[in-house]
């Protein structure tokens, strides 16, 4: 898109949508099909109640009700056939996604569990309670809408800084973006390069430390390293014309530096998760950039080794959600709010929700709202909803360059910062981790963006998703993951594999013996912060609610 001139009137229609099409004679193989399946049904359902392997219908009260039984049965076969007919649809891949897509949104909607009066469940426990789970649900409702989203723990049993966000340290330095938290050694003696880790700023750095158990940052102290954490400021009206770069000189450079100012040492080594990792790397492409005009200087580039966790940086396979990116809606994006504004989290919140709509959204809806009950606690649920805001202008830039046209793995295609950036000469070893199951950032994508990097790297792909593969202590000896030890890789993520070697357990030990390979020597941990601490850790700016 060329960018509007001022006095320019954008188009306010997009443009046609493609036509997809159906083959007749497939057409009429799906409608055969569902006949054949139907008939077969009914002539079951006649003798006895249809076997049902589907968790949202298999509790005993959809087994004792006959018509539930078949209600449900009949909704699965109408959602088998509607899939197949999204799939037998023929035109452009993105329209069948985006056709694709609505549908599973629409089946999931139209579950038989999700509406009173025909979930077995709940009407047997209106019965059981008289009635109480109906008026405990209605209070439920009630509740959500005033807290402005939908319950999936209860939160009345976490609070930040008390039970999640607990590993001890200090706020060693702040300004209007963020607050540079250092953590309380727990070893004698330290590497004597630091580490930092940038988390993404369209969540809340906790996800990395929520509590002892299953905390990464208490772990990467406890391997003796000198860690701090970039805790990001939830944007506000005052921060609403806040762009990319103000976040990267701003905030990923200054933290640098403030790490290397505060420990003294001449290179750190840096961790960035998801959108953290893609703002890290294009901040070192900017620090490569200015380090290459200053050659008459003799000082070490200022990063000694780079770990990325699920993280783009080539945004050539962005999965499911290439639905919601395409010119017309970045566009809409950048008249929206290009200039300035907030993108609400509760609005990307939701977005990354209908993601897994059956997970995320119905099956509280079901369990709250229906039943009456209240959600276990579960801290990372309890992170889950605790929502940020991000600038406008800092949306907007990120959307056209990166989901849309994937301009960061273009060689002096972007300035950033005022420097032309090139991903090729970034020669710093690189640890990227993908997730195996991960519907935010795919495997593939993340495998493409070790791909996209230069030097020495070392791909390692975990089991789960894009919280859980990564959030998988030792302790809890639970998932697997993969490495390639021949280092080599291949076009592709499944010709990587067919090299690669399962490990059982966390990647978290083997990430930590690669590091301290980077890591320096060790040195006394210090008795006291690098500087005298603004407040104790987690800091004012992680509290603040959207």
């Known amino acids: ?43 079951r359902s006649l003798q006895a109640p249809p076997e049902i392997k589907d968790r949202r219908f298999k509790g005993e009260a959809w087994k004792q009700n006959p018509v539930a039984a078949w209600t449900a049965a009949l909704y699965l076969l109408n959602a088998r056939t509607l899939m197949a007919l999204a799939d ?18 629409w089946i999931a909607a139209a579950a038989p569990s999700n509406f009173l009066a025909f979930n077995a469940e709940a009407q047997q426990k209106a019965l059981q309670t008289q ?62 390069k630091p580490l930092l880790i940038v988390p993404p700023c369209i969540n809340k750095y906790y996800i990395l430390d929520l509590q002892p158990d299953n905390s990464f940052v208490r772990y990467a102290v406890a391997q003796g390293n000198r860690t701090f954490v970039v805790s990001w400021r939830n944007a506000d009206e005052s921060l609403a014309q806040k762009t990319w770069d103000d976040y990267i000189e701003q905030a990923v450079i200054t933290a640098i530096e403030q790490v ?24 070192l492409a900017v620090l490569t950039a200015r380090h290459a005009k200053a050659k008459g200087r003799k000082s070490a580039f200022p990063v000694a080794s780079v770990t990325l966790l699920t993280t783009l940086v080539d945004f050539g396979d962005t999965g499911v959600l290439d639905v919601f990116i395409d010119e017309p809606s970045v ?4 008249l929206q709010m290009g200039k300035g504004g907030l993108l609400k989290g509760k609005e990307l919140a939701s977005t990354f929700s209908f993601l897994r709509p059956n997970d995320l959204v119905w099956n509280y809806v079901v369990g709250n709202y229906l039943k009456g009950e209240t959600p276990p606690p579960f801290d990372l649920l309890y992170w889950n909803s605790d929502s940020t805001n991000l600038p406008g202008p800092f949306y907007a830039w990120y959307l056209r360059n990166t989901y849309l046209e994937n301009n960061l793995v273009k060689p002096g295609k972007l300035t950033v910062c005022g420097e032309k950036i090139d991903l090729r000469k970034l020669h710093v070893p690189f640890y990227v981790y993908g997730s195996r199951e991960d519907h935010i950032v795919p495997i ?21 998703g894009h919280i859980a593969g990564v959030i998988n202590p030792p302790q809890a000896n ?20 067919e090299g690669a070697t399962e490990h059982p357990g ?12 980077h890591a320096g020597k060790q040195v006394p941990a210090p008795a006291s912060y690098g500087r005298k601490p603004i407040e104790p850790a987690p800091g004012r700016y992680v509290k603040v609610k959207a």
């Open 131 to 192: 009635g109480q789970s109906l008026a405990q649900g209605l209070a439920n409702m009630v509740r959500d809408i005033q807290q402005g989203h939908m319950s999936m723990t209860d939160e009345s049993q976490f609070e930040v800084g008390r039970n999640v966000a607990t590993t001890e340290g200090a706020v060693v330095f702040e300004n209007e973006l963020f607050q540079l938290l250092e953590y309380k050694p727990l070893t004698e003696k330290v590497h004597e």
């Open 444 to 464: 593939g994508g993340a495998y493409a963006s070790a791909q996209a990097l230069p030097g020495e790297r070392r791909f390692v792909m975990g089991a789960s």
């Open 506 to 517: 966390s990647w978290w030990p083997d990430w930590s013996a690669w590091l301290a390979a």
């Open 260 to 283: 290397r100012d505060i420990t003294g040492a001449e290179q750190i080594n840096a961790l960035g998760f998801c959108v953290g990792g893609t703002l890290l790397t294009t901040a």
């Open 331 to 334: 566009q809409f994006r950048e």
């Open 88 to 105: 037998a649809a023929e035109g452009d891949a993105k329209s069948k996604a985006r056709l694709r897509f609505a549908t599973e949104q």
């Open 478 to 497: 639970k998932r697997n993951y993969w490495l390639r030890e021949d280092g080599q890789l291949p076009a592709d993520v499944d010709q990587w594999l």
């Open 1 to 43: 898109m060329q960018s509007l001139q001022q006095g320019d009137a954008p188009n306010p229609l997009p443009p046609a949508m493609p036509v997809l099409r159906f083959a007749p004679e497939k057409l009429r193989e799906l409608q055969d099909e569902y006949m054949k399946e139907a008939t077969a049904l009914w002539n």
